[in-house]
């Protein structure tokens, strides 16, 4: 069965960096479409950061660029979300999603989703 598990959540200061790890199993078919999500209470879902494995186009939010780096080690199924120079607006439930084709990094574009791991940043 397709399972998405995410792992690297905590409690971290502000200006501190974490690493979120997911790990991808299951799939039929290999996703083309891997994204980290994150959702706080009363907000909508919003899309992190992105990536199209076919080509490795990236996308990330405005407000994590130049913050957050998306990486892929192909060998253990594993992606990753690099988080330096946090601040509290960063606090979430971040998720790691999949869907077999690419076509962008909204939530509805992905039908597999993890248990998501949750980060605050907080001094």
């Known amino acids: 069965q397709a399972q998405l598990v995410e792992s690297g959540g905590g409690l971290v200061q502000p200006g501190g960096s974490l690493k979120l790890s997911c790990v991808v199993s299951?799939?039929?078919?290999?996703?083309?479409?891997i994204g980290w999500f994150r959702q706080t209470p009363g907000k909508e879902r919003e899309g992190v950061s992105c990536i199209s494995t076919s080509d490795g186009s990236t996308y990330y939010a405005d407000s994590v660029k130049g913050r957050f780096t998306f990486s892929r080690d192909n060998a253990k199924n594993t992606v990753y979300l690099q988080m330096n120079s946090l601040n509290p607006e960063d606090t979430a439930v971040y998720y790691c999603?999949?869907?077999?084709?690419?076509?962008?990094?909204?939530?509805?574009?992905?039908?597999?989703w993890g248990q998501g791991t949750r980060v605050t940043v907080s001094s």
């Open positions: 999603a999949a869907d077999l084709w690419y076509s962008g990094c909204h939530s509805w574009e992905y039908e597999y």
């Open positions: 299951g799939f039929t078919l290999d996703p083309t479409a």
